[in-house]
């Protein structure tokens, strides 16, 4: 394993000079905070969602993710509904891989402009700030490198804004993550976080009084890497069981159920398999997540919100 330890290492670290290596989700559809801040507030309940992701079993140093995200609504007593919502989140993420690891922490705030019933146009940004670690004692090179060994700690400002149109069955937003482009410090002359662009919709299609089927798709370019594109489906079967098949462009599908245990908590997994093979080895992964709601008692009329959406 120590030589797929250094290949996966020297990957990672030249493939640096090009673009991060962001961590993903496959539970993307039903947590949009994760990469846009303007989702915060958009909906009357109160969210708390946690998510794990255990990356490429089986190969050593591969990635593990985990995250914590806080949603909850600001509204006005003594009032049915608003004409502007607003809302406040809060974002944590911690992400492992061979050598690295990355820890971002965010306030994130949103605004939502009532167009008419049921349509909002939305606007967010979240502001924090990342601490990224190298250990050099964790990496073995076949020649010594001075630059290899080289440890580092630091800590960088994140700033992300985002946009969301939305309707009662479908959504569309743009997202600017990393605006504050930042310079790996100590790792690489050409090592950083550059900024990143996000596109993602969603529509969601009736198929009887039990059954919605939600149709989500997802763009990712960062500058200087290449684009990334993912698509998923979801079946709400009477908006409690919802099996997930979803698709990354030349990387991986995966499948997933989430399940509704009561009004208050969900929770979900998926399995992904990998594509490519590397050196006959299947980079497969396991994603868990879990989510306590608790709804607003302020609700516009006529409006339910549905767990998938």
């Not at 120590?2 to 991060?20: C, E």
């Not at 992701?53 to 140093?61: A, E, H, V, Y």
């Not at 090592?191 to 009084?209: M, P, Q, V």
């Not at 989510?291 to 008692?297: D, S, W, Y």
Request: hydrophobic share 40%.
């Amino acid at each position: 394993m120590k030589r797929n330890f250094t290949i996966l290492f020297l990957l990672f670290y030249f493939n640096s000079a090009r673009g991060q290596m962001e961590s993903h989700s496959n539970h993307w559809s039903s947590n949009i905070q994760q990469f846009n801040s303007a989702v915060v507030g958009l909906y009357p309940v109160f969210e708390a969602k946690t998510q794990y992701r255990l990356q490429w079993i089986g190969f050593d140093g591969a990635p593990r993710t985990s995250r914590i995200s806080i949603i909850a609504p600001l509204v006005k007593k003594m009032k049915l509904y608003e004409l502007n919502r607003h809302g406040i989140g809060v974002s944590m993420e911690s992400d492992r891989l061979a050598a690295f690891s990355v820890n971002k922490f965010q306030f994130q705030y949103g605004i939502h402009f009532r167009l008419k019933h049921k349509q909002r146009l939305s606007f967010g940004i979240g502001a924090g700030a990342f601490q990224m670690t190298y250990d050099a004692d964790r990496v073995e090179t076949y020649n010594p490198d001075p630059a290899v060994k080289t440890q580092t700690n630091f800590l960088k400002p994140v700033v992300n804004f985002g946009s969301i149109f939305s309707g009662e069955i479908y959504a569309a937003g743009f997202s600017i993550n990393h605006f504050l482009p930042s310079k790996w410090d100590k790792i690489g002359l050409n090592s950083n976080f550059s900024t990143e662009f996000t596109l993602y919709g969603k529509f969601s299609c009736r198929i009887n009084e039990n059954c919605n089927l939600i149709l989500s798709g997802l763009g990712r370019k960062t500058i200087n890497a290449p684009f990334v594109f993912e698509i998923n489906s979801k079946l709400n079967y009477s908006n409690r069981i919802f099996p997930l098949i979803g698709w990354r462009f030349n990387r991986s599908l995966y499948i997933g159920m989430e399940v509704k245990l009561n009004p208050k908590i969900n929770i979900a997994y998926t399995y992904e398999n990998g594509i490519a093979k590397f050196d006959n080895f299947r980079f497969n992964s396991h994603e868990f997540g879990f989510c306590f709601r608790l709804p607003n008692k302020v609700i516009e009329p006529g409006y339910e919100h549905k767990t998938s959406y």
